[in-house]
């Protein structure tokens, strides 16, 4: 996959240059309208291969996001435990603070 994403990066940077050439020349030498033609295909192609790129990197972005979340959420779980073991418990917590300040009163 990385080969890939690779040939397709220096291929887009090579149509670039390409249709730059085509594009600067046309008017210098009075080239026919197939070159304009054939710079429209050049940058459809470009942004295809541009569109896959971009859409692969968010698929792995994506991907990562919900690889964190997922760990994120398994250290929430295991300090939960941690806390049910240790005999704590913050609701009860709470609750016993506010008795006490109605029975001082």
């Not at 730059?20 to 710079?39: D, E, Q, T, Y």
């Not at 939960?80 to 240790?86: G, R, T």
């Amino acid at each position: 996959m990385e080969k890939i994403k690779k040939i397709a990066k220096y291929t887009t940077n090579i149509l670039a240059i390409i249709n730059a050439l085509i594009v600067g020349l046309i008017p210098i030498w009075n080239l026919p309208n197939i070159w304009n033609l054939i710079s429209k295909t050049i940058i459809l192609i470009m942004a295809v291969i541009g569109t896959y790129l971009l859409g692969d990197k968010a698929i792995q972005v994506n991907a990562q996001d919900k690889k964190n979340q997922l760990l994120q959420d398994e250290m929430e779980e295991e300090e939960d435990i941690c806390l049910d073991l240790d005999g704590e418990d913050n609701d009860k917590g709470d609750e016993e603070d506010g008795d006490n300040e109605e029975s001082i009163n």
